[in-house]
């Protein structure tokens, strides 16, 4: 058997002290060469933010609204982290965390149902459809918790407006775009998607209804239902559909997601009132966002003098 | 193994333990790290710690037997002390944050929601059990009707999960993932339970049933 036997080592072999030494300083020059390229990239992605990691668009040259409330507004890390936005998941802070990658370019909005001029609006088009006002409302979510937002957007009736609503036109319906790749956590919300929602016509033609396009100056960040969405601020919260893909003019009341899961729960009109509660919550209070102690909350969530003449001689008890 | 159950710094260990949910919750609050609704997110993070100790003390007398560990006795009235610790952090998060201290409105709000009738159900339940907990008290009461008064447990923590099937709108996953283990955990003693029995009357007819069923 033959058994090989390593060669000596001479004292030829061994790494010469300075070269040995210099590893050190090799390391180091790597080590520093390495966090000056990691300091490069923070400060370019400081002066040059990339696109994939934030994307938002700002706005500039926004009409005042004179709807828009003084209260004090709550911070956009809020708004932007307690959401319900059941296809990204059902916690208050899964929508921020799973929202990342939804991929909103080349959206369109289509318009159908009983209308003259049924038409796909692209996002281009519905920026351009009228000018974007700053609208700062209250939202108050049936779970009796409210937050103070400045929405971007404009009345949708401008674009009720454009498509001309046939006489038959009673109703609207909206709906929700819904992916289970991108989104899902969808499967586990309980809820069906896609998620449907409604107006009656004078409702949807309220000077009041927003189509927002954005918040605190800057296009909607996912979570909060990018790239265009609804906002009706005298409903609860559920109303104002997110990441909207299709309206519908139609004469039939159109189905609404949350009444399809609990109809006792839910009902189609969902106006903030302090005198109708929920089966399984008072609505009489609510807990402003920041604030400890519950705050009573207003009939129409404040916006009576808009659209308290909508409902007039309509039970509010018995249409909730 | 016995010696480390044994050991007086076990418990200390354990108690200490017990305490990093209400750390993590001080820590968060010194940090703001509490999320946008503060007192929603203590409300839900103390009522899923009285679910889990719930749990945890529903353990140990399966675990005792099952792994021959009768040791673990002793941990039992600290598990179940720590759920009701926890229990009266999420009802003081309610009475206060909620009901701005009001009790008469608080009653009106018992009364009227089904899922905060029977979250009270389960405090009510509990009340009783931790002032009973010491050794005096069993003593007062005798072994065997503390220990009834002490299966009162099981029914809090029943009403500890309806209660939280009830409070969630649509996602049932995690009231269910509790209830499942609450099932699992009173089943076992159900069985147990009833294999006594039968074994406790099988000893007693022994003869008799050995010449009837000679198959046996």
Known sequence: MLIRKAPDLTFADVTPKSVYLDRRRFLQTVGVAGAALAAG????????????????????????????TTEKQNSYEDVTHYNNFYEFGTDKSDPAKNSGKFDTSNWSVSVEGEVAKPRKFTMDEI????????????????????????????????????????????????QSYYDSRQMPEGRWAGIEFPYVEGLRLDEAMNPLTLLCVGMYGESLPNQDGAPVRMVIPWKYGFKSIKSLVKIKFQSKMPPTTWNLAAPNEYGFYSNVSPNVDHPRWSQAKERRLGEIFKRSTLMFNGYGDQVAGMYNGMDLKKYY | MRALLTSKWTKVALFLLCLIPLAALVWRGLHNGLGANPVEFIQLTTGRWTLRFLVFTLCVTPFRKLFHLPDLIRFRRMLGLFAFFYLCLHFLTYLGPDQSFDFSAMLKDVAKRP??????????????????????????????????????????????????????????????????????????????WYFKRRSAAGIKLSPQQASAHPAR
């Open chain 1, 127 to 174: 920026l351009k459809l009228a000018p974007l006002e700053e609208r700062i409302y209250r939202h108050r979510c049936v779970e009796a918790w409210s937050i103070v937002v400045p929405w971007i957007g404009f009345s949708f009736s401008n674009l009720v407006k454009l498509v001309e609503p046939t006489s038959k036109a009673q109703f609207v319906g909206f």
């Open chain 1, 41 to 68: 990239h923070r400060l370019l992605e400081w002066v040059a933010p990339s696109q994939t990691a934030f994307a938002a668009t700002k706005f500039s040259s926004l009409v005042k609204s004179p709807f828009s």
């Open chain 2, 115 to 192: 899922f905060i009738t029977m979250g009270f159900l389960g405090f009510l339940l509990l009340l009783p059990l931790a002032l009973t907990s010491t050794a005096g008290w069993i003593r007062r009461l005798g072994g065997k009707r503390w220990q009834m008064l002490h299966r009162a447990i099981y029914f809090a923590a029943i009403a500890g999960v309806i209660h939280f099937y009830w409070k969630v709108k649509s996602d049932v996953r995690e009231p269910l993932f509790y209830g499942a283990l609450v099932a699992i955990l009173l089943l076992w003693r159900l069985g147990d």
